[in-house]
């Protein structure tokens, strides 16, 4: 068996995340697909994060084990020839065998990215904001995620027993129209990204939150919506 490491981009609008589900169109499902019609196995693919139904990825990362003795870059030009126009292999290196994208990732970075006009072309893929922004006022906030802390407040219920996450980096870059928000942590939990994105948003338009006290609160009701995830982008993992 050979073990693999891709560097996988993908358009998430018209997928239903990345893991493989019964009769959904996924990421995951079509590198499987695409593996086995190259190599006449699937072998096994392992994925760094499993992004949710229309979240794209940057440098999303996969762990690849096949019977194949094809060379990483000759499988790349394969898998791209199959892949749809959607998901492209953009590296595929040669990897230790016990490599594995999930377990053995030291951080992820996710952007969450507002546009600060009304936009008929970035529609589905940027979070349109319009009206005042206090933006310093969201930078300043940021400060009050960094460190290893408990996300409850900002992750869904059913994950409240494993809360604690190490952010390292938390940043609002402007180049406008954008406004990218910037968090790179050990991992996230589901929905985390984008709750956090909803919490700094009410802080620009002005809601008088503090992160630290929703942090200490451990009540999500405490933070700001989820915003929904046309807008976050998975554009690194480090290992």
Same mark, same amino acid.
């Given at each position: 068996?050979s073990t693999f490491k ?70 790349r030009r394969a898998m791209?020839? #199959? /892949? ?9 290196? @040669? $990897?230790?065998? =016990?490599?594995?994208? +999930?377990?053995? !990732? ?37 400060a009050g995620l960094i ?52 919490? #700094? /948003? ?9 992160? @630290? $006290?929703?942090? =200490?609160?451990?009540? +999500?009701?405490? !933070? ?16």
């Amino acid at each position: 068996m050979s073990t693999f490491k891709l560097t996988i981009e993908y358009d998430g609008a018209d997928f239903f995340g990345w893991q493989v589900q019964p009769d959904r169109r996924t990421v995951q499902g079509e590198l499987y697909a695409a593996l086995e019609r190259i190599t006449g196995n699937r072998g096994t693919i392992v994925g760094a994060g499993r992004t949710d139904a229309g979240v794209h990825a940057v440098g999303q990362v996969a762990s690849v084990r096949s019977d194949t003795a094809l060379s990483p870059a000759v499988l790349r030009r394969a898998m791209n020839a #199959v /892949l749809p126009f959607d998901v492209r292999v953009r590296r595929c290196e @040669e $990897a230790a065998p =016990a490599f594995n994208a +999930r377990f053995d !990732a030291k951080r992820r970075e996710y952007h969450y990215i507002f546009i600060r006009r009304q936009t008929a072309l970035w529609r589905n893929y940027y979070y349109a904001v319009t009206g005042a922004l206090d933006t310093s006022g969201m930078r300043r906030s940021l400060a009050g995620l960094i460190g290893e802390k408990d996300f409850a407040a900002f992750a869904s219920v059913e994950e409240l027993a494993t809360t604690r996450c190490n952010m390292m980096k938390a940043e609002l870059i402007e180049s406008p129209p954008l406004v990218v928000l910037s968090l790179t942590a050990d991992h996230f939990l589901h929905h985390m990204v984008r709750a956090i994105a909803g919490t #700094v /948003l009410m802080i620009g338009r002005g809601k008088p939150l503090s992160i @630290e $006290a929703i942090i =200490a609160a451990r009540d +999500r009701t405490k !933070a700001g919506p989820t915003l929904p995830p046309h807008a976050l982008y998975l554009m690194s993992v480090v290992y």
